[in-house]
Each structure stands twice: as C-alpha cells, then as structure tokens.
C-alpha cells in the first residue's frame, strides 16, 4: 500500500512539473522585459543630459556662428518668348511717328526777321568776337534788321520766359515742343508778350533793339537761337519745314 501511494504522489508531481517549468519561463521573460525598459529609459534620460552638456557653452551672438542662408533674389532673365518685342509692334490704326512730333515735323516756321545774316551759326566751332575780342562759340544766327523792326516768333508755341541779361539785353524764350526752344536777344526793353502766352507763328513778340552788348560793334541785328532737347542747333535749319 506504501509503494502504491508513493507512486500516485510520484506520478502526480511528474504531471505538475511541466507547468512548473512554464511558470519559471513566463517569470524570467516578464523580468528581461522589465529590465531591458528600465534600461531604455534611463538611456534617454542620459542623452538629454549630454546634449545639455554639448550645446551648453554656445553663444549664438557670436560672429562665427552661421545664422541662417542669406534670402537671394533670383536674377534669372525670363526667356527670350516670354519679353514682348516692343519693335515689332505695328502702330495702331490711323497713327503716325510725327503724330508725337507735330511740331518737329508739320508745324509752320518762319525766320523772326527779313535780313541778311551777318555772323552764322558756328555749330561748337571757336569764332573770334569783334566786340569781346576773345574766340568763343557763337551759339545763333545775327541777321541784320534796322532797330524798331518787328520780330515775330519763328514757330507756334508759349513764351517760356522774357529777361534782362548783362550782355545780351532784352531777350524773350518761346517754348515750341517737341523739345525745341527758340530765343531773340537784343530787343527793345517794351516787350509785347508775357510769360504763359500762347502765341502763332509770325505773331509779334518785340522789335529790334539796342540792348546786345555783346555784339554791339555789329550793324543792327536780331540775335536768334534755337535749342532741341537742351542743346544748340543750326536756326536756319530749324525754320525749315520739310
């Protein structure tokens, strides 16, 4: 009966060793799990302070820290089709190039004066003054008139100013457009325009004087410039019209 019962007890504990076994298994996995987490942590936990430790001692004030590219504007040129070709483009219907230029191109012009011109236009050459006695460029036309003689505007426009100079007396600016300005100097000290007035051409706007000091030792004349766009040109080409 001992033998039989030692052997139930036996068989019993054989039956429960397995699950013994299994028990430990699960036990040790769950405590490498734990330990391998703990261990994880912890790490991370010790980066943090490392990256404290490295970056700590920076200061980004500094000149030889970088702080960012530059902001560039890109300087590609478009291509070529995508520039509209402004030569190319006709004009519109009706319209003409001196339709800009009326004055340049169709205006009436006349010379201010019927005489004969007595010193040319010397286009930046030097010249020798008679009177100043001294080479200079003369910058207009002198043309003969006997003094009271009319003057008349050689072209359509508004009177841009009427002055005194020391040298060359009386003198009026009439403004034409187009960039073309014409002057009369050595008027008579009456003038009969103002500034701001619209006048024709041929209308009256002083007479012959004796003001020019500059050109005193010449017989009477009328002392007549022209500008286009701020420089000098020929007068006697500008009252021309093609």
Aim: proline share 5%.
């Amino acid at each position: 009966m001992k033998k039989q019962g030692f052997a139930k007890v036996r068989a019993a504990l054989k039956g429960k060793g397995f699950i013994f076994a299994l028990a430990l298994s699960v036990l040790a996995v769950g405590a490498s799990t734990y330990y391998a987490y703990n261990s994880v942590m912890s790490g991370f936990g010790e980066g943090d302070a490392l990256d404290e430790e490295l970056f700590i001692g920076v200061d980004k004030n500094q000149d030889d820290v970088p702080k960012g590219a530059p902001v560039t504007t890109s300087t590609t040129p478009a291509p070529a089709s995508a520039v509209p070709d402004e030569t190319t483009t006709p004009p519109a219907e009706g319209e003409t190039e001196s339709a800009n230029n009326f004055f340049a191109a169709r205006a009436p012009r006349a010379l201010p004066v019927e005489g004969e011109v007595v010193w040319d236009y010397s286009d930046g050459e030097l010249v020798k003054s008679e009177t100043l006695n001294l080479w200079q460029t003369h910058d207009g036309v002198d043309i003969a008139a006997e003094e009271g003689t009319e003057v008349k505007s050689a072209g359509e426009g508004t009177v841009l100013n009427v002055w005194e100079d020391a040298l060359w007396g009386i003198c009026v600016s009439v403004d034409h457009g187009d960039g073309y300005v014409s002057s009369y100097c050595g008027l008579e000290i009456s003038v009969p325009v103002t500034i701001g007035q619209q006048v024709a051409c041929g209308d009256v706007i002083g007479k012959v004087g004796v003001t020019n000091q500059c050109e005193c030792l010449l017989p009477s004349h009328l002392h007549f410039e022209v500008k286009k766009d701020g420089s000098y040109i020929d007068p006697m080409i500008f009252a021309e019209v093609e």
